[in-house]
């Protein structure tokens, strides 16, 4: 059974910092992309970060340079490191594995930037 369980979301002030984590069960966890993404309230979800099987990294505009995807393959997790939080930033991030056609998705962790 796939599972992927994002945490470390929560309330946050402007230009504070979070540390969300997502721990994926299930699959053989190097084969595959992770990404985070993140949906706002009455907006697309939109894609934040990616690492690839291969360690490629790929960032929205929107937050390079102040986001950071990492991947422990050892634990079976990938992380999003966020720096100089914005408001526009409040969203719920979800994490979400590929692997050719496969995708799985996590339940989502809520994240709230006040200004």
């Known amino acids: 059974q796939v599972q992927l369980v994002e945490s470390g979301g929560g309330l946050v002030q402007a230009g504070g910092s979070l540390r969300l984590s997502c721990f994926a069960s299930g699959i053989i966890f190097t084969r595959y992309d992770m990404d985070w993404w993140r949906q706002a309230p009455g907006k697309q979800r939109e894609l934040v970060a990616t690492v690839t099987s291969g360690g490629y990294i790929n960032y929205a505009v929107s937050v390079k340079g102040r986001f950071t995807i990492s991947r422990d393959n050892t634990r079976n997790t990938v992380y999003l490191q966020m720096n100089s939080l914005k408001s526009e930033d409040t969203a719920v991030y979800y994490c979400?594995?590929?692997?050719?056609?496969?995708?799985?998705w996590g339940q989502g962790t809520q994240v709230t930037v006040s200004s």
């Open positions: 979400r594995a590929a692997y050719g056609l496969h995708n799985c």
